[in-house]
C-alpha cells in the first residue's frame, strides 16, 4: 500500500532555513508527480508546491523564490527547501500524492517559524 512518511521539521527563527523530507513507498514512485500541502491551525489545508515525473515544479506565489521542491527517483523521496522562512510559513507540512480521485497524505511535519 502507499506509504508517505515526512520528516524534518522543526523550530526555527525567522529568515532561518529548513529541509522537509518525504519517504516514500508503495507505488511506481517516478512515475507520478508530488506535492507538498501544508495546513496552519484553523486554516484549510494549501498547495505549497508540486513536482511532476519530468520534475517540472511550480509553487504557491507564497513560497515562490524561498522553497525548492525536488525528488529523488533512486530513493523515492521527495524535499522541500525552506529557506528566507517567516512566521505565516508556520503550519504541519504533508507529502501527498494525488490518483485520479484519491489522495494519499503522510502523518506531517510540524514547521515552527518563531523568534
Known amino acids: 500500500q502507499v506509504q508517505l512518511v515526512e520528516s524534518g521539521g522543526g523550530l526555527v527563527q525567522p529568515g532561518g532555513s529548513l529541509r522537509l523530507s518525504c519517504a516514500a513507498s508503495?507505488?511506481?514512485?517516478?512515475?507520478?508527480?508530488m506535492s507538498w500541502y501544508r495546513q496552519a491551525p484553523g486554516k484549510e489545508r494549501e498547495l505549497v508546491a508540486s513536482?511532476?515525473?519530468?520534475?517540472?515544479?511550480d509553487y504557491a506565489d507564497s513560497v515562490k523564490g524561498r522553497c525548492i521542491i525536488s525528488r529523488d527517483n533512486t530513493k523515492n523521496f521527495i524535499y522541500l527547501q525552506m529557506n528566507s522562512l517567516k512566521p505565516e510559513d508556520t503550519a504541519v507540512y504533508y507529502c501527498?500524492?494525488?490518483?485520479?480521485?484519491?489522495?494519499?497524505w503522510g502523518q506531517g511535519t510540524q514547521v515552527t517559524v518563531s523568534s
Open positions: 501527498n500524492l494525488a490518483l485520479g480521485s484519491l489522495n494519499y
Open positions: 508503495g507505488f511506481a514512485f517516478s512515475r507520478y508527480s
Open positions: 513536482i511532476t515525473a519530468g520534475s517540472t515544479t
